[in-house]
Nanobody
Framework: VQLQASGGGLVQPGGSLRLSCSRS????????IGWFRQAPGKEREGVSC????????YYSEAVKARFTISRDSARDTMYLNMNSLKPEDTAIYYC???????????????WGQGTLVTVSS
């Protein structure tokens, strides 16, 4: 399984970005994908995931109502649309294979390389 994250960059507070995570590999299609982030000096935290079997989603309290996760099955790509960005959203964002629950996200072993999001004026 290979995961490729992209779309990070510098954005002003209140702005938007869209992260993408493409996946490849023989068994990749059976695996759910989610997003984590790690801010400077902080532990990695789960951000969002989408359970493809039933479409249920998880969002952390920090991003709920601002971020939206979606999937393009034709492109086998997951997206994280991030709106109303705040300086505290600054972090390296990683996509990973996960077990996705509506109340939690658990990484299951495969990680993308990370993409840096910086929210600053």
């Amino acid at each position: 399984v290979q995961l490729q994250a992209s779309g990070g960059g510098l954005v002003q507070p209140g702005g938007s970005l869209r992260l993408s995570c493409s996946r490849s590999g023989v068994t990749a299609q059976w695996l759910d994908i989610g997003w984590f982030r790690q801010a400077p000096g902080k532990e990695r935290e789960g951000v969002s995931c989408l359970r493809t079997s039933d479409g249920s989603t998880y969002y952390s309290e920090a991003v709920k109502a601002r971020f939206t996760i979606s999937r393009d099955s034709a492109r086998d790509t997951m997206y994280l649309n991030m709106n109303s960005l705040k300086p505290e959203d600054t972090a390296i964002y990683y996509c990973a294979t996960v077990t996705c629950y509506p109340w939690a996200i658990d990484a299951t072993g495969y990680w993308g390389q990370g993409t840096l999001v910086t929210v600053s004026s």
